[in-house]
């Protein structure tokens, strides 16, 4: 193999030229959508651009994000208060000044892609290499990183790695992605609902019946500007109540998005009575549909089955659009098993420079996951 290289870039306008070309498999790391991360990230998040060279050729892109917890206002609010004081105890003396290897803001093996086959020996080598010059940017600074996360790689990936330098890194799986493999029979909406259950033929009904009154709206750029503030509410309401934050998006960030991207974002509008009472977003990735951020009023959505009938809504835009999967993400595993996305387990790598630290991460870590208990649903036939 040739001499293999990087680069670290801290903005987009001085990417290398050929860098889309490499990135054309991926979305979430081609230009388009690293600007609108440059322009609207969250407030606490700093991202860094890592190309890859062979010679003098860029062969791969990988991105990195560098998080300032102290700037968050909360970590999440759902689990309990005992809980929460030691957690955010933990984060503010021990984790946070965290980077990521990864996009830490989407679930998914995101974190790099390359243009020809090149050996995980080398993928493990440039990864860490990345974060120990990220580091010592920071050092320079006068900030120490404490945490180095590398996020998200299904489990062929993460058995390769470990087989490099990954070996004596810590490894995590935190809750599964969910995945939606849309079935190739399925041509149209009709077919999908045919394919449930009774039980679930039921369920869906009373979804939709539930969701009468509510309008659907495909948001064009000007109607996002327009809502903004009202978007930005109903994300922040959501967010706020996760289980576990380590970011809010800035409130700009979804216009930048539909300005930058633009139908390869879509972003839905519900609205009752003329008033916007949630939204939903996609992101169209090549053969995947990834789901993106979303929100809503805490009363409709109850009254009206409204998160439900977004996940529906998500896969009927799928299927209708010829899509092979969908990405559900991590989080409402039960309910979204229930309209037929699978869990698919995924790991992550993580380490503490404080090396005393370091040798008890598992025993860390394991305390501040949340607890996971779930039934997984089968709705289909």
């Not at 679930?107 to 086959?117: A, H, I, L, P, R």
């Not at 009154?213 to 509410?233: A, R, S």
Request: with cysteine.
């Amino acid at each position: 193999m040739e001499k293999i290289s990087f680069k670290i870039y801290n903005s987009v306008k001085d990417l290398p030229s050929l860098w889309d070309a490499v990135a054309q498999s991926n979305v979430f790391l081609q230009t388009s959508y690293l600007s609108v991360l440059e322009r609207s990230a969250p407030v606490n998040m700093e991202c860094f651009y890592i190309g890859i060279f062979e010679n003098s050729e860029i062969i791969g892109v990988s991105l990195a994000q560098y998080l300032d917890l102290n700037k968050l206002e909360s970590f999440g609010e759902r689990d309990k208060s005992f809980k929460i004081a030691i957690r955010n105890f933990i984060f503010k003396n021990f984790a946070s000044h965290t980077l990521f290897l990864g996009n830490n803001m989407i679930t998914g093996q995101n974190g790099y892609v390359f243009s020809k086959e090149i050996d995980f020996n080398h993928i493990s080598e440039i990864l860490l290499q990345s974060a120990d010059e990220i580091t010592l940017y920071f050092k320079k600074k006068g900030i120490s990183i404490h945490l180095v996360s590398f996020k998200d790689f299904y489990d062929h990936c993460s058995l390769e790695l470990k087989k490099y330098r990954f070996s004596n890194i810590y490894e995590f799986n935190t809750q599964p992605n969910m995945i939606f493999y849309l079935q190739d029979n399925w041509k149209s909406w009709d077919d999908y609902v045919a394919a449930l259950s009774k039980k679930y033929r039921d369920q869906f009904k009373r979804a939709r019946k539930k969701n009468d009154g509510i309008q659907v709206k495909n948001l064009t750029y000007e109607e996002v500007l327009k809502n903004e503030e009202q978007i930005y509410e109903l994300y922040h309401y959501v967010a706020k109540n996760a289980p576990f934050n380590t970011f809010f998006l800035s409130k700009n960030h979804f216009s930048t998005l539909k300005g930058q991207c633009g139908n390869r974002f879509q972003i839905f509008g519900y609205f009752l009575n003329e008033e916007l009472v949630g939204f939903h977003t996609l992101l169209l990735n090549n053969e995947t549909l990834e789901t993106y951020f979303l929100g809503y009023n805490e009363h409709i959505q109850k009254e009206n089955m409204l998160y439900l009938n977004m996940l529906y809504n998500m896969t009927e835009y799928g299927i209708e659009n010829g899509f092979k999967r969908i990405i559900f993400g991590r989080t409402a595993l039960e309910i979204k098993s229930s309209i037929g996305a699978t869990p698919v387990q995924m790991s992550g790598f993580i380490y503490h420079n404080n090396k005393l630290i370091n040798r008890f991460i598992g025993r860390i870590f394991k305390n501040l996951e949340p607890e996971l208990h779930w039934q997984q649903r089968h709705p289909f036939k």
